[in-house]
């Protein structure tokens, strides 16, 4: 081997977005996630470790990772920067005169030497876009880390993807999602929310090879232009479709799935009292039964937590046609194949 590939081969897979991964490598993870589902208690991270950095709370994210992890055989250890941990920085030449007393650099290198994969939760500061569609915090655990960095959720929510896509394919009894018509639906909520799992949800859809439908109240809801690329992109390179509307009938009439998710709206990021007034304006968006009657008998998932009678009725979410747990209980599944793979086992 010469020391280009031996450079080349020494270089961490991580797992920060799933546009960085091989459609068959998904599909790959997909079928590992159920067979692990089928039989959880498998030796395949014995004497690893993960470090779970959490910037930012969590329910299920917390859980099936560290739960994974032990079902494996391995070790997590939860760290909260600002909490149980130092404060850190980012970024090059960061002037450390504030309350940060660790940086990124440091920590993803320290933190490289005692576990085995590194996994990283950090939400957008909603205060400027240009500032953070860059994720600073995951991208400098990922430039530092001498092992594989997983984003737990930072603009882009890769896991929640896997645990959807997998939904999907048991709900529908198939790994061939193409042709399906799959509605990506703005709800209300009484705050300005993260992009990330619409983004996410735009990208794997597409992946998949679905016919997607962004509905949203206007083109200020627009997600990224990064994401509306990908999913474009997707789109034409795995037979689907990807487009836009702002009119709820026609988008579910005949749907096979509807995803539901509440998000800000980015010519108005840090800007939020002035958007409210446009939010409050949609509470229709809520998704009901008079909505799910339109469509064809359509799964709906949400990828929780999520408000109910807010985001979508009671009736909704406990409809027999709901995944809303049965992906949340996917989480740990595809965390534990993903954890392995890119532990080197699987």
Request: charged content about 20%.
């Amino acid at each position: 081997m010469s020391m280009t590939e031996l450079k080349t081969a020494s270089k961490p897979k991580h797992f920060l977005s799933t546009q960085d991964w091989e459609w068959e490598e998904l599909s790959a993870l997909i079928d590992h996630s159920m067979a692990l589902k089928a039989h959880p208690i498998q030796p395949l991270l014995t004497g690893k470790s993960i470090a779970l950095v959490f910037f930012n709370p969590s329910l299920r994210t917390r859980a099936s990772f560290d739960i994974g992890a032990n079902q494996l055989g391995g070790h997590a250890v939860v760290l909260e920067p600002g909490g149980g941990s130092w404060e850190m920085a980012f970024g090059d030449g960061a002037v450390m005169d504030g309350r940060a007393e660790e940086h990124a650099k440091e920590a993803a290198r320290v933190l490289s030497r005692y576990c085995d994969i590194i996994a990283v939760r950090a939400f957008p500061k909603f205060e400027d876009w240009s500032i953070d569609r860059q994720d600073l915090v995951l991208s400098a655990f990922a430039k530092y880390a001498s092992v594989p960095v997983i984003n737990m959720e930072t603009i882009t929510h890769p896991c929640q993807e896997l645990a959807h896509l997998m939904a999907l394919r048991e709900h529908f009894g198939t790994s061939d999602l193409r042709g399906k018509k799959y509605v990506l639906t703005w709800t209300y909520h009484p705050k300005a929310l993260n992009t990330a799992v619409a983004n996410s949800a735009a990208m794997i859809a597409t992946r998949a090879g679905m016919d997607v439908t962004l509905l949203c109240p206007n083109e200020q809801y627009l997600l990224d232009d990064r994401y509306m690329g990908f999913a474009s992109q997707n789109a034409q390179e795995c037979g689907g479709a990807f487009s836009v509307s702002h009119d709820i009938e026609s988008s579910y009439a005949d749907a096979d799935v509807v995803y539901a998710k509440s998000w800000g709206a980015i010519p108005y990021f840090g800007r939020w009292d002035e958007e409210k007034p446009i939010r409050d304006a949609h509470k229709h968006f809520i998704v009901d039964e008079q909505k799910m009657a339109l469509t064809n008998g359509a799964a709906f998932s949400h990828c929780l937590p999520a408000r109910r009678n807010v985001k979508a009725t009671d009736a909704v979410m406990d409809s027999p046609n709901s995944l809303i747990i049965e992906e949340a209980e996917n989480r740990l599944h595809v965390q534990k194949a993903l954890m392995a793979a890119i532990a080197g086992n699987h």
